[in-house]
Structure formats: structure tokens, C-alpha cells
């Protein structure tokens, strides 16, 4: 970096050989063989009684290879095809940042503009937060999903925009200053529709199809801001339960924008990866803003950009952005030095696209690739799993809780090992090593770890390029009597909610709203967890509980007090 003249002529060298071979990583027509092995991959979800993919490759601009597998509706039976319409949940993000930039391009926004500006409702924290926070998820606005299922709101009913500012805007307190940290936050996303809606006079749907969608010919895809719009080609959202029963996971009151809510194929989508070499919308500037990383106070280089996430895999420089809203999941990947990308949309919530689309860049970039050793053992564990004496497993058996707030339960069952999360299915654990197991359903493993005694103590959660640790928690011993003491009434102002906290059937429970109730596990002394949520109790000089305050993830420090009824 330092030496310019020298580092300027390596990648001169660099560049012209990218460009002699970047033509020929993958043939402009992909014959049977690379096209059987492609569907290989799919083959789970090549059938008429299953939901599954739509999967385009692209090369220098142009699909050279698309596929559909599996059904987009299965109460008629209708295919998946490269034409079906998906629900691409996060991977929309993009978009709305687009939308940003280029408001800001036509001169009627900054970065660093306070949001108050635009969203004067928001209450006055002793920091500004601003438009560059909030794209960059440096914003430390409590993520607006997890408010509402802290609150017991109902994703399945219909809000507008403007409920959502309202619900943040009675949030006292951030996660933390501007800046600070990097959390990533839906309210953030948002917020910026909001904002474009407030300076454009358009809603985001409105000015991204103006702006975006019909400059690039991008005619099947649109912002879901009108619950009510006829959408040919949909495709339908599933989950499947612990027996294999297909069940319909979709949200179709749900239509906000900003954090999600974008329908598209994946013929479409070529239009918008092809965008970022010809330039067509928003220009050279553009580009280079919608992936200019994002950085903390601290002064540390984020991999986040604008809706757009910075990466690796096997050497290869990535941009990417993943997508997962009810049964729906997504996955675009684009590798610009070799002008290549992947696009999986996906309508079954146990796919995991990235995985897929890992595999399409194994098979087809085979020789650019770096080995992975951890994921290489992941992937033969995938075909043969690591031969373990079951009897290892009683060691891993047991409650860990995350630093996020998410309780993790380990059982073994018929010699094998499952974790569940409270209010999900259990999932298998398949081994890699003896202390590290694959997560199949989901792009992750988890490993057990052990304390100089050999004793395991410790759990971390190895997902999305993150490590995420949580400790083994073996609950104090309480009595009837100390267990009651901490039954009663919270009342939270930022949430206008009440969690009641019973005693039934000698445990804790929490009843939130009309939501099912929430068995809550005592972790330590005046703390607790109940499903994705931890909590610890607040006491008077006295000793008597007076509140607590909650943690959730993407949700901090949220306080409720005890009240009498």
C-alpha cells in the first residue's frame, strides 16, 4: 500500500490478467455435464411435492444458466420457473439504500443530515443520529421486529410506516451512542424508506420503480406496499414442521418498506447486477457509494457498505446480501473480479441459499478458489458425517445462553444430538469433529468448548462470518418461595406493555398480550431467559424487585417496572 509506484504496477498486471481470463471461467453456454451437476446441487428440491429454488448464474452481464426447482404454489401446483416472483426479505436493503443514493446525488439529502430533519417525531438523543448511521447499522436504534415481539404485536395484522415511527419514537434509549457499535437493525431501513417517501413526496415503491426498476427494465419487480396488488407468478412462502408437514409461512398484510418487501426474479435481478458494470442508473458515483464500507467511531472499517455486506469466500472477494422474511430466503453473491454471480430466491424456510450458491461457485470456479479447510470438513460431514461415540454427547447435553439473549437447549435423542430454541422445531447436529457439529438447515455449526478441567462450559454459535459465544448456564437451585418472589406485574413505557409473570405448574411463566405464554428459565440469581429474550431483576435498597430490564438481541437495556396491577 505504501509503496504506490510499485503496488500501481502489480495491479496493472493484475487487472490485464483478470480481463485475459475472466471470459473463459465459465463458458457462455454451460454444456449437460456442468448443467447436471448444477441441478445435483438442487436435487432436494427438484420434485412436485416440495417447495424449492430459482437459481440464476451470470457472467460478464449475461445468464448462462437458469433454473427452477421444486413449486411456487403448492395449493395448485404451479413450478417454480426463472419468471416466479419472490420475496427476497433483506437482500431488498440495496435497493432502498439505492434510493438514498441517489437522493443524495440529486442534491436533496446528506449523509451526515441529523434524521431529525426529516423524522422530527424521533426523540432527541444526546447524540445525532444520522442518515450514514442508519445505512450502515451504526445507528443504535433498537431493531423495530424485536420491539413488536417483545410487545406481543402480531406481524400477521396490518401496520403503516407511520406506526413504526411511532413505536420508536417512544424508545428512550438506544442500544448504544451513534457510531459506537455496528448492530444490525431493521427499524434502520425503515426509517431511510421513510425518509425518501418525506423528501421525494413518493413512497420508496413509487420512487424506486421511477428511479430504478423501469430505467433498468426490471418490470417484475416491485416494492410490497400495497397488500391488496395482484401478483402473477407469486410465489408462496413455507416452512415445514418436525413431522415434514409443509405449512404456508407468508406475510400478506405485511407490506412496509425499506427493510424488506421486495418482489423480484431472478431475471430481473441480472438487470441489477449488470447495473454495476454499465452504470446505467446513478453513474460511476453511485457505484462507488452503494459499496463505500461503513466505519465506527473508533475508526474501524466495517464490512457493511450500503445494503451490501463485503466478504470472502475461498479467496475470492464477495458482495453479498442474504434475505430471510417468513418461509422466504435469499442469497445474491457477486464476485466483480471475475464478473461472475450467483442468485438463489428461495420459498422454503429451511433452504438455505448461501449454501447453494456456494456450492454453484465451488463447482464453477474450481479453479479460483481457495480451500476452506473448516468448510471443506463441513461439506464431507455433509456426505459422511465424522464417525463420534454418541456417548461424547452427554458432555454437551444442557441450556446455554447466548451473549445475543437467545437460550439454546442441547438434548441427545437416539444417540444423536438436536437444539431447540424456545418456540422453534429442535434441529439435528451433525458431527464434524468431536467437538464441532453442522447445522444443515441453516449456513452455521456450533462447537462445545471446555475449561482446563475438561469440564464443557461454553457454546459458540459460527454463523454469517460471525462467532457468537454463550455460556453453559446450570440454574440455581430455588425455592418455591424465592421463585414466587418474582411473579407479578411489568408495565414497560417504551413498549405501553405488561408482562405478567405467574406461577403455575411450580414455574415461572410470562404472558405477554394474547401470545401463547413463555416459560422462563432462571439462568442465576435475579436472572432469566425466556425464548429470545434475557432479563435481570432490579431490587430496592431493600431487597424487594422493583423491575428488570430486558435484553433481546438487537433489542438493549430495556426497562419495565413492576406495577400493581
Not at 325 to 339: L, V
Not at 385 to 396: E, Q, R, S
Not at 543 to 549: A, C, L, P, R, Y
Amino acid at each position: 500500500m505504501k509503496k504506490a509506484t510499485y503496488a500501481f504496477s502489480i495491479l496493472l498486471i493484475i487487472i490485464c490478467t483478470v480481463a485475459a481470463y475472466a471470459n473463459t471461467l465459465v463458458h457462455k453456454e454451460i454444456d449437460e455435464s456442468l448443467k447436471a451437476k448444477i441441478d445435483k446441487i438442487f436435487a432436494e428440491w427438484d420434485n412436485p411435492e416440495t417447495p424449492g429454488c430459482a437459481l440464476a448464474v451470470i457472467q460478464d452481464g449475461e445468464i448462462v444458466y437458469k433454473r427452477g426447482y421444486g413449486i411456487a404454489n403448492l395449493d395448485y401446483n404451479i413450478p417454480i420457473t426463472s419468471k416466479t416472483e419472490f420475496d427476497i426479505g433483506s437482500t431488498s436493503k440495496q435497493f432502498t439504500a439505492a434510493c438514498i443514493a441517489l437522493l443524495i446525488a440529486e442534491g436533496k439529502l446528506s449523509l451526515d443530515d441529523d434524521i431529525r430533519t426529516y423524522i422530527p417525531e424521533l426523540p432527541e438523543y444526546e447524540s445525532s443520529i444520522t442518515v450514514r448511521h442508519l445505512l450502515h447499522h451504526t445507528s443504535g436504534v433498537r431493531d423495530y421486529l424485536t420491539l413488536m415481539g417483545l410487545s406481543g404485536m402480531e406481524a400477521h395484522n396490518v401496520y403503516s410506516d407511520q406506526d413504526i415511527v411511532d413505536l420508536l419514537a417512544h424508545q428512550k434509549n438506544l442500544n448504544f451512542a451513534p457510531g459506537k457499535e455496528y448492530l444490525y437493525s431493521n427499524s434502520g431501513y425503515i426509517l431511510l424508506a421513510v425518509i425518501v417517501k418525506r423528501v421525494s413526496g413518493m413512497s420508496m415503491g413509487e420512487y424506486a420503480n421511477k428511479h430504478i426498476f423501469e430505467p433498468l427494465g426490471m418490470t417484475n419487480t416491485f416494492v410490497y406496499e400495497d397488500r391488496t396488488r395482484i401478483i402473477k407468478n407469486r410465489a408462496i412462502g413455507y416452512s415445514k414442521d418436525d413431522k415434514g408437514v409443509f405449512h404456508v409461512d407468508h406475510f400478506f398484510n405485511f407490506d412496509l418498506a425499506g427493510d424488506g418487501q421486495i418482489y423480484t426474479t431472478v431475471e430481473d435481478l441480472l438487470l441489477w447486477d449488470r447495473n454495476f458494470y454499465d452504470l446505467k442508473v446513478g453513474g460511476k458515483n453511485f457505484i462507488s457509494l452503494m459499496l463505500t464500507q461503513g466505519s465506527l467511531n473508533s475508526g474501524k472499517t466495517l464490512d457493511y457498505a450500503l445494503g451490501l455486506m463485503h466478504g470472502k469466500y475461498k479467496g475470492l472477494k464477495t458482495v453479498h446480501h442474504g434475505g430471510a422474511w417468513g418461509g422466504f430466503r435469499a442469497q445474491m453473491i457477486r464476485i466483480s473480479d471475475h464478473k461472475f454471480s450467483v442468485v438463489v430466491l428461495s420459498n422454503l424456510g429451511s433452504i438455505s441459499p448461501t449454501k447453494l450458491a456456494h456450492k454453484v461457485i465451488d463447482l464453477l470456479l474450481a479453479d479460483h478458489i481457495q480451500p476452506d479447510k473448516e468448510k471443506k470438513e463441513a461439506e464431507k460431514s455433509q456426505e459422511k458425517p465424522a464417525t463420534i461415540d454418541p456417548a461424547v454427547y452427554d458432555a454437551y447435553v444442557g441450556k446455554y445462553q447466548l451473549e445475543m439473549g437467545l437460550l439454546i437447549t442441547i438434548t441427545k435423542e437416539d444417540n444423536r444430538l438436536w437444539a431447540k430454541v424456545a418456540g422453534q422445531q429442535k434441529i439435528e447436529l451433525f458431527p464434524i469433529s468431536e467437538a464441532t457439529f453442522d447445522i444443515k438447515v441453516v449456513d452455521a455449526q456450533v462447537s462445545f468448548h471446555k475449561d482446563d478441567k475438561g469440564k464443557v462450559t461454553k457454546i459458540v454459535l459460527h454463523q454469517g462470518g460471525q462467532d457468537m459465544p454463550g455460556k453453559k448456564i446450570e440454574a440455581p437451585p430455588l425455592t418455591q418461595e424465592q421463585l414466587a418472589e418474582y411473579a407479578g406485574n411489568y408495565y414497560s413505557d417504551e413498549l405501553l406493555v405488561t408482562y405478567k409473570l405467574v406461577m403455575e405448574e411450580d414455574k415461572l411463566f410470562a404472558y405477554v398480550r394474547k401470545q401463547p405464554r413463555i416459560e422462563i428459565e432462571i439462568t442465576e440469581k435475579d436472572k432469566f431467559s425466556g425464548a429470545m429474550f434475557r432479563a435481570t431483576i432490579e431490587r430496592a435498597e431493600d431487597g424487594e424487585v422493583i423491575g428488570f430490564s430486558l435484553d433481546a438481541g438487537r433489542v438493549k437495556n430495556l426497562k419495565f417496572k413492576k406495577i400493581e396491577k
